[in-house]
Each structure stands twice: as C-alpha cells, then as structure tokens.
C-alpha cells in the first residue's frame, strides 16, 4: 500500500491537471460565446481582411495580423542561432565553471518581469536603432523583434541545453575515440540527436513570442496599419486587445477584441498541439 503522502500528492497533481484542462476549456468557450456573433454573421472575415479606420467605420484587425505575423518570427529567426550557440557553449564547448555561470545566468533571466524589458528597449535600444538608422522614432518593427529575440531566449536556451545534455554520452566518447573535436561531435552527432528537443524549443519560443503583450505595447509604436519596412511601427493583436476600449459591446470595435482572442487561441493551440506531438513521437522513439 502506497504511503498517504503519496497518494495525496497524486491527488493534488491530477486536481491541478483538472483544473488547468477546465480553465482552459472555459477561456475557449467564452471566446467562442463572445465571438459567435462573428462567426453566425461573417462578420469574421470582414473583421480578419479589413482595415482599421474607426472614423469610417471599418474595424478590420488585418494590421494587427500583419504586425504579429512579422515581429513574432523576426523575433524567433533573431532569437534561434544566439540561443543554439549559447546550449552549445553551456552543454558541448564551454568549460564547467563557464557552464555554470551562463546557465545561472539565464535562468535568472525566466524570473525578470515583461516589463522591465520593455523599460530597457524604451530607453537604450529605440534610441540606438533611432540613432542607428535615422528614420523614424525608433519604435518600429525592427526594435520590437530585437527586444522580443532577448525576452524569448531564456526558454528556448533552457530546451536546447535539455535536449543536448538528452545525447548519451557514450556517442561523444564515440567521437573522441575516432579523433573528433567538439566542433564536430555538436554539427554531426548532437544536433542530429536532439533536433526534437530543438524543434520543441523553437515552438515554445514561438509560442511566447505570439502570445507577449508589452514588449509590442511599448517598443513597436502601436501604429494600427501594416507596416512597410522593419522600420515602421505596427500593432500586434495583443497590443491591440490592450488598448482598445468600448463602451458599445455591440459595436464592432469591441467584438474585434474577440477576433483576435480568437485568432491568438487557434495559433497557440496548433503550437501546443506541435510540441505534444514531438514528446509523443520523442517517447516513441525511445
């Protein structure tokens, strides 16, 4: 017979299990209860392909989309080889104490606030990029994804080291043995081996670069039309469901909140759905 606290333990974990599904499920279920209207009327694709004029009556989210679909995998590609060789450096080439530091280091880094970032981004890098490229306020696309690719790291850097320390070790001593260095060990045994740990850490990354809020609420410029170049402001979806505020619930402005709540749970699901699909598979192998 298992010991009680064992038992109330497993308890306590399949009740939070529980409890995350139902909220979970609850948060789809508003969406879908709020955004019926949208979905009954066609009102969705309307709101999906227009533009954002209030003044003339169209409250389409196209620019917000646009905007999210630009800075979130800017971020990503900016953010995926600083993070591939930072694992590298932690797991395969650095020495331990080097090791340790930066692995301290970063998972310093998962504990600071959103908006400490975004206090950071407003007062060193919009002026270096303003400076750097003079055009603009500095507020743009590019200094968004900039400071996203650090905001995401983090994550993604704790998945690869994860997924390169997941190697047996034996296939190292296998290329020491043959005369390889650790260059090459990383480039033809580790990566090949932990590329599902890669690409889960990838997805997360992306994950939490579609879902951030202040970093686009206060680096991007919040301009709500699609942008031009990496050096235009832009609006993301949920920069946008922060600022918008209706009194009218009726009106479309306010049901375009909704849109994007809507937009923003199918993109974090398929994701979700992604990496759960790569542990099965990861399980599976193994």
Known sequence: ???????????????????????????LLFLLVMGLPLLRGGLILQLLGGGWQPDQGQYGIAPMLAGTLLIAPLGLLIALPLCLGVSALVTVLGQNA??????????????IPTVVYGFVGVFLLVPLVRELFGHGSGMCVLSAALLL???????????????????????????????????????YVILPQAWR????????????????????LMIAGNAARV????????????????LIKAADYESLEFKSI??????????TAVLAVAVRGLARDKGAVR
């Open 227 to 242: 942008p031009d170049s990496l050096l235009d402001p832009a609006r993301t979806l949920t920069s946008h469901i922060a």
């Open 197 to 216: 740990g890669v690409l889960s850490g990838t997805i997360m990354g992306m994950g939490r670069a579609f879902g951030d809020t202040m970093i686009a």
């Open 98 to 111: 080097v090791s340790t530091f930066i692995r301290g280091f970063v998972r310093f880094m998962t504990g």
């Open 1 to 27: 017979m298992r010991p009680a606290g064992e038992r109330l333990a497993e308890g306590g974990l399949a009740a939070s299990a529980l409890a995350s599904s139902l909220v979970t499920v609850a948060i």
């Open 258 to 267: 909704f849109a994007c709540g809507l937009v923003l749970y199918l993109i």
């Open 149 to 187: 690719a650090v905001l995401i790291s983090p994550t993604m850097i704790l998945f690869f080291t994860e997924a390169f320390a997941g190697v047996p070790e034996s296939y190292r001593r296998a290329v020491d043995a043959l005369g390889g260095t650790r260059v090459q060990a990383l480039v």
